[in-house]
T-cell receptor, first 114, second 109 residues
């Protein structure tokens, strides 16, 4: 693989179910991020990780959890999905050692919670 | 707090020039990004401005005025494929950029 990948591409989920969105990067970037993107609201940060073993809360963390066991993987878990979590989810990574901290985004996961 | 403003939507004609503005008020500032996002796709990096002034990259240029909290993205010789959302994002110095809501640009023939 090259770059950053996400799985699944799309998912329809019943409310109350647990779901994990997967994100993997092969660029050895230190930092990784999860965003949700909703029409009219732009990209909103859910959780982030500056380096393996550490995570932090973003703007809209409630209902979501993350882990960063290694450099490459940054899964996002919805413990009990609700319809308001219907959104497009983007994972991103950046090399926090660079001056620019340019983020590279995965292709996104389109999640529908019914 | 962080506040980034950009117009919601703009339209322009193929071959023309369009300027997308972004104003920001953030608690810190290390630089400003512009990303392009086509419908149904991920955002992709366009430019990063740290110092005041204009930076040109082919048909796209980005301008920054730190004292005014202002940036713009200038697109020349517009093509139909330039129809996309353009996201302004500020790097406040914490490795966590703050994004504006994006400007949807529609290019028509």
């Amino acid at each position: 693989i090259a770059g950053i990948t996400q799985a699944p591409t799309s998912q329809i989920l019943a409310a109350g179910r647990r779901m994990t969105l997967r994100c993997t990067q092969d660029m050895r970037h230190n930092a990784m991020y999860w965003y949700r993107q909703d029409l009219g609201l732009g990209l909103r940060l859910i959780h982030y990780s500056n380096t393996a073993g550490t995570t932090g809360k973003g703007e809209v963390p409630d209902g979501y959890s993350v882990s960063r066991a290694n450099t490459d993987d940054f899964p996002l878990t919805l413990a009990s999905a609700v319809p308001s979590q219907t959104s497009v989810y983007f994972c991103a990574s950046s090399d926090s050692g660079e001056d620019t901290d340019t983020q590279y985004f995965g292709p996104g996961t389109r999640l529908t919670v019914l | 707090g962080q506040n980034i403003d950009q117009p919601t939507e703009m339209t322009a004609t193929e071959g023309a020039i369009v300027q997308i503005n972004c104003t920001y008020q953030t608690s810190g500032f290390n630089g400003l990004f512009w990303y392009q996002q086509h419908a149904g796709e991920a955002p992709t990096f366009l430019s990063y401005n740290v110092l005041d002034g204009l930076e040109e990259k082919g048909r796209f240029s980005s301008f920054l005025s730190r004292s005014k909290g202002y940036s713009y993205l200038l697109l020349k010789e517009l093509q139909m494929k330039d129809s996309a959302s353009y996201l302004c994002a500020v790097n406040p110095g914490s490795y966590i950029p703050t994004f504006g809501r994006g400007t949807s640009l529609i290019v028509h023939p």
